[in-house]
DNA sequence: GTCTATAAAGTGATAGAC
DNA sequence: GTCTATCACTTTATAGAC
């Protein structure tokens, strides 16, 4: 209900009469609100392996690749709560600032943070237009499709110049 | 005040509040709370003038450009509240769609529609990286280096190739 | 034009019965 | 373990006084 309502609108007793039970027994387990939302949204730790540019890139797109194939709820609860409720917009910063981090060491050149920026924008841009707004062709194109577009994007972003694509594997004619 | 805390968190008292008056008289002149936010989020029509698929990518690192100037508070407050408030949902796609639909007959590859989804993800990542989450380097960065790192990306997406950057640096050797 | 008063409904949370 | 009852508060919205 949180990933699909957000924060703010998913109220207790709604999650209590999903589940079957009073909303004082919600309660009574989860103590508050923000308890509850924080044990239906845990987000996974995602560490991203290091390597270097071209490496990096291949990581990137198979990490978002899979989150293209079932994005968990959990994540879509924080997502969807991120730009309204601080609770979550603090825990989307923890988990997204290590990456930020760890990919911009990936990168050779001198505004790597920026460059590391711009690809973090570009995944989760591409989340919330294919899972929250729906919006488009991204709402139901195949993972393999997105990945192909985006692989040119993501080398020049991460190795700081344009590769005459030598990538397009997996039997691309 | 919808820009920064979202539909459901900005009361009619704090807005009444924050102009000096009653609640009431808010509400005497908007009558619901959905009708000023209407109000106070309206978007400009934001046509894009057409073009081929190279002519496409500057017009929308001009367009995208000149929100990293200044995105209006507007903008932002439909942005804030679109993953909660459905009304702002709508309001979002009644603009993104049209924007969509353009960019894709500028495009000459069988899967337009989808590269244009992809371009439109990558503009509102880069906008709610900046404005909403300000994550990272992309809060505070130049907006004229961020187009510029933008650009190949866009080429690839709207031309179908990789084109060997010739507004890049480097000497395209 | 501005405000007071209040209705009507919903919220998270507490205390305690069974 | 589950639920009833209720508190204390907030919300949008209405009606009407000045």
């Known amino acids: 209900m949180f990933a699909e309502l957000g924060y703010e609108r998913t109220t207790i007793r709604a999650v209590a009469r999903a589940a079957g039970v009073d909303a004082g027994l919600v309660m009574h387990y989860y103590g508050t609100k923000d308890i509850l939302f924080s044990r239906a949204a845990e987000l996974p730790a995602a560490e991203l392996p290091g390597g270097g540019g071209e490496e990096i890139v291949e990581v990137l797109l198979a990490s978002l690749a899979s989150r293209l194939v079932g994005e968990p709820v959990a994540s879509l609860a924080v997502l969807r709560s991120m730009l309204t409720h601080s609770d ?3 825990r989307y910063r923890a988990a997204a600032e290590p990456q930020l981090s760890q990919i911009t060491t990936a990168i050779p050149t001198e505004d790597a943070e920026l460059r590391a ?7 989760h841009g591409v989340i919330i237009e294919r899972y929250l707004l729906r919006l488009g062709r991204l709402a139901d194109a195949a993972p393999d499709e997105i990945i192909e577009l ?3 994007c993501f ?9 005459p694509a030598p990538a397009r594997p997996a039997g691309a004619s």
Chains 1, 2 share one sequence.
């Open 88 to 90: 979550a917009a603090e």
């Open 117 to 123: 920026s711009l690809l973090s924008a570009i995944v």
């Open 150 to 152: 985006l692989r040119p």
């Open 155 to 163: 080398q020049t972003l991460a190795t700081g110049e344009v590769s």
